[in-house]
Nanobody
Framework: VQLQASGGGLVQDGGTLRLSCLVS??????????LAWFRQAPGKEREFVAS?????????YYANSVRGRFTISRDYRKNTVDLQMNSLQPDDTAVYYC??????????????????WGQGTQVTVSS
C-alpha cells in the first residue's frame, strides 16, 4: 500500500487549506480501511488529528484541538482521504501525515495502530 499526500503550504492565521492523500497498491476494499491524519510539529511527538472509520459510513473522530475546524472525508471513487482545514492557527503548523490501517481499531488515535504512512506534507500558518 502506498500513500501520497499533497496540499500543504503557507497560509495566514485564519486561513484554509485542504490536504489530500491518495491510497494505492491495495488489494482489499478501500471501504474496510481506517484512514487518519496525524501531525508532528518541531520538537514534539506525532499527534492524532482525525480519523475516518471503516465500513462505508461517514463516522469520523477528531482531536479536541481541531474539532469544529477540520473535516476528514474519503472519496470512494478516487481512493483518497482529504482533510479540510479551516480557521487555521499558528499552533496548527506541523508536518501532516496520512495513515492507513486495513481494518477498524478502537485504538484509532494511536500512531501504533497504523501500518502505512504517507511521506508528510508541510503546513505553515503565519501569525
Amino acid at each position: 500500500v502506498q500513500l501520497q499526500a499533497s496540499g500543504g503550504g503557507l497560509v495566514q492565521d485564519g486561513g484554509t487549506l485542504r490536504l489530500s492523500c491518495l491510497v494505492s497498491g491495495h488489494s482489499s476494499s478501500f471501504r474496510d480501511y481506517t484512514l487518519a491524519w496525524f501531525r508532528q510539529a518541531p520538537g514534539k511527538e506525532r499527534e492524532f488529528v482525525a480519523s475516518s472509520r471503516s465500513g462505508g459510513g461517514n463516522v469520523a473522530y477528531y482531536a479536541n484541538s481541531v474539532r469544529g475546524r477540520f473535516t476528514i472525508s474519503r472519496d470512494y471513487r478516487k481512493n483518497t482521504v482529504d482533510l479540510q482545514m479551516n480557521s487555521l492557527q499558528p499552533d496548527d503548523t506541523a508536518v501532516y501525515y496520512c495513515a492507513v490501517r486495513l481494518n477498524w481499531s478502537t485504538d484509532y488515535a494511536s500512531s501504533r495502530a497504523y501500518y502505512y504512512w504517507g511521506q508528510g506534507t508541510q503546513v505553515t500558518v503565519s501569525s
